[in-house]
Nanobody
Framework: QEQLVESGGGSVQAGGSLRLSCAAS????????MGWFRQAPGKGREGVAD???????TYADYVKGRFTISRDNTRNTLYLQMNSLELADTAMYYC?????????????????RGQGTQVTVSS
């Protein structure tokens, strides 16, 4: 079954860290480009970061310097290391994937998306 499964979310105090993982059961071409976006209650989707098959990365300005996206193609897994977490980072985080040909910035319109993992940052 083709799917993306996120893990690693949780509750953390401001300034803390979390590492999200996304296990991808997709064919190689369908996970050429991968990324993360987030959505807080009552708000729209917000891009976080993406990475292409060669390891090229893009970050949203509000996470630059704090978050790091990476992938392990041998394990078919995507990661998001989140440091210096802020209250504004509280959201459901979604892993996305698609062919790079069809990719839009941060995968906001990607064809493949996981169920999400909740990140809650408290003061």
């Amino acid at each position: 079954q083709e799917q993306l499964v996120e893990s690693g979310g949780g509750s953390v105090q401001a300034g803390g860290s979390l590492r999200l993982s996304c296990a991808a059961s997709l064919s190689t071409d369908r996970r050429e480009c991968m990324g993360w976006f987030r959505q807080a209650p009552g708000k729209g989707r917000e891009g976080v970061a993406d990475i292409n098959r060669n390891g090229g990365t893009t970050y949203a300005d509000y996470v630059k310097g704090r978050f790091t996206i990476s992938r392990d193609n041998t394990r078919n897994t995507l990661y998001l290391q989140m440091n210096s977490l802020e209250l504004a980072d509280t959201a459901m985080y979604y892993c996305v994937a698609d062919r790079c040909w069809d990719w839009t910035l941060f995968g906001l319109s990607a064809r493949y998306r996981g169920q999400g993992t909740q990140v809650t940052v408290s003061s």
